[in-house]
C-alpha cells in the first residue's frame, strides 16, 4: 500500500478513510505536528525499541486465520524480560509520531495483551466487555496498520523499589508500586514541553505534577 507522506494529504485521506468505518466511534484520528516527532523528544535516550505492532495475519495451512485478534506485537527485545511482569514506562509511535505515552505494573506482554481486549466491541458484533482505552487504542492501530501506517513500541524498565513494613508485627520486604508516579510525571513533562499530551493518553495521576 501506497505511504503518503503530505501532512495534508494524510489528513485528507484518513479523514475519508474515517468517515467510512465501521468502527469509527472507536477510532482517534492522529495530529501528525512536527512537534510530536520521536526525533524531537528530548527524552528519547531513556527509551529503547521494545515492539512493533503490525497486522496479524497468520494463518494456518488451510488458511483458517490462527488467532481472531487484528493486529499483534512482535516483541523486540529478549522474549523472557518482555513477558518479566515488571514496571515500564512506554511510549507508542505512528510513523514516528507519539501518539501515546503510559505506564504498566504486568510487564510489556502483560500490558499488550489487555490492548488485544479491544476486540470486543460491539461494533465488531462481540460482547462490549473491554475498557475504552484498550477499545481506543486497538482499533485505532489496527485503522492506521490498514492504511499502510507503521507502529512501534518503546520503553523503560523501572527500577526496583523495596522497603520494609510493619504489618502484625512482622517486617515485611514489600515491592512498591512506582509506574503510575513515571507516567505522570512523563506525560506532564510531555505536556509541559510541547503544549499538550500525546493524541491518546489523556489522563494522568494529578497527585504527580510537575
Known amino acids: 500500500m501506497e505511504i503518503i507522506t503530505e501532512s495534508n494529504d494524510i489528513e485528507t485521506h484518513m479523514n475519508k478513510m474515517y468517515n467510512s468505518s465501521p468502527i469509527k466511534k472507536w477510532i482517534k484520528l492522529i495530529n501528525f505536528n512536527d512537534r510530536f516527532n520521536w526525533n524531537n523528544y528530548i527524552r528519547k535516550d531513556n527509551f529503547q525499541h521494545v515492539a512493533d505492532i503490525i497486522l496479524d495475519v497468520e494463518t494456518h495451512q488451510n488458511n483458517i486465520k490462527k488467532r481472531n ?7 523486540k527485545i529478549d522474549i523472557n524480560k518482555f513477558n518479566m511482569k515488571n514496571e515500564w514506562v512506554y511510549i507508542f509511535l ?8 503510559g505506564g504498566t ?3 510489556l506482554k502483560g500490558r499488550v495483551n489487555s490492548y488485544l481486549c479491544g476486540h470486543h466491541v460491539e461494533a465488531r458484533g462481540k460482547s462490549g466487555s473491554c475498557s475504552k482505552t ?3 487504542i486497538y482499533n485505532t492501530f489496527y485503522f492506521y496498520l490498514l492504511n499502510g501506517f507503521h507502529i512501534k513500541m518503546f520503553a523503560f524498565e523501572i527500577p526496583i523499589v523495596k522497603q520494609i513494613c510493619s504489618i502484625l508485627d512482622q517486617n ?3 515491592t512498591l ?3 503510575h508516579a ?8 510531555f505536556k509541559k514541553i510541547y503544549g499538550s499530551f500525546p493524541t491518546l493518553s489523556d489522563n494522568c495521576d494529578p497527585n504527580y505534577h510537575m
Request: charged share 15%; glycine share 2%; proline share 3%.
Open 172 to 174: 515485611i520486604e514489600i
Open 182 to 189: 513515571y507516567e505522570s510525571i512523563y506525560l506532564n513533562d
Open 177 to 179: 508500586q512506582t509506574y
Open 69 to 75: 485478534s487484528l493486529i499483534q506485537f512482535i516483541p
Open 94 to 101: 505512528i510513523n514516528d509520531m507519539i501518539v501515546k505515552i
Open 134 to 136: 484498550n477499545a481506543y
Open 105 to 107: 505494573r504486568t510487564g
